[in-house]
């Protein structure tokens, strides 16, 4: 079956770091892919949806100057947390579809825990 | 308030027993709803799925029903073994929006 990869699956920095979070299709082209944020014992919030060569569209209340998104091709999307802060500290979730509509399956990446100091 | 309730919000269950999980939407209109397993530290993976017409769609011992006149789903898991420790996702699709349930943490001991 289609396969999403995430990496890194860990991530431990000092506040201030920017983190870099990478997502890619292994085995699919992902016209469209997902960003999504869970807290423990909490669902995943959409944090923003990307199009491949095309600007993301981020969810109200979500700052697309601390979360950079770039789609450059339809294999890979990266999430930037910019001068992380404790608060950021999450477990970020990416996935991919192949295509534009609404009903072709999403396939989920393993997710990335990232800690802030 | 969310728009997807999903309950109980844990529960935990002897191996072997059968399980039955619940989720109440009011998303409308409805496009599809989809059960998602999601392992602790993991990503979700996919169960079922279900348009507004299916009654119900099984995958191996997981058993999704649907009732769009209600706006219920329930997922029963047969026969549960310690692998199906797990958190079980609902989410309901309006067109491209796709709105998640909170879970249901299951917990199968020996």
């Known amino acids: 079956g289609a396969v999403v990869s995430q990496h890194p699956s860990w991530v431990i920095c000092k506040s201030g770091t920017s983190v870099k979070i990478e997502c890619r299709s292994l085995?699919?082209?992902?016209?469209?892919m997902f960003w999504y944020r869970q807290f423990p014992k909490q669902s995943l919030m959409l944090m923003a949806t990307s199009n491949e060569g095309s600007k993301a569209t981020y969810e109200q209340g979500v700052e697309k100057d601390k979360f950079l998104i770039n789609h450059a091709s339809l294999t890979l999307s990266t999430l930037t947390v910019t001068s992380a802060h404790p608060e950021d500290s999450s477990f970020y979730i990416c996935?991919?579809?192949?295509?534009?509509?609404?009903?072709?399956?999403?396939?989920f990446g393993d997710g990335t825990r990232l800690s802030i100091l | 308030k969310n728009q997807v309730e999903q309950s109980p919000q844990s529960l935990i269950i002897l191996e072997g027993k059968n399980c039955t999980l619940q989720c109440n939407y009011t998303v409308s209109p409805f496009s599809n709803l989809r059960w998602y397993k999601q392992d602790t530290g993991r990503g979700p993976v996919s169960l079922t799925i279900?348009?507004?017409?299916?009654n119900t769609k099984s995958n191996g011992r997981y058993t999704a029903t649907l009732d769009a006149d209600t706006k219920q789903s329930s997922l029963h898991i047969t026969a549960s073994q310690l692998s199906d420790s797990a958190s079980y996702i609902c989410?309901?699709?309006?067109?491209?929006?796709?709105?998640f349930g909170a879970g249901t943490r299951l917990t199968v001991k020996p």
């Open positions: 989410v309901v699709t309006r067109n491209n929006d796709m709105r």
């Open positions: 279900m348009t507004f017409s299916e």
């Open positions: 085995d699919f082209q992902a016209t469209t």
């Open positions: 996935s991919a579809r192949g295509g534009n509509r609404w009903d072709q399956p999403q396939h």
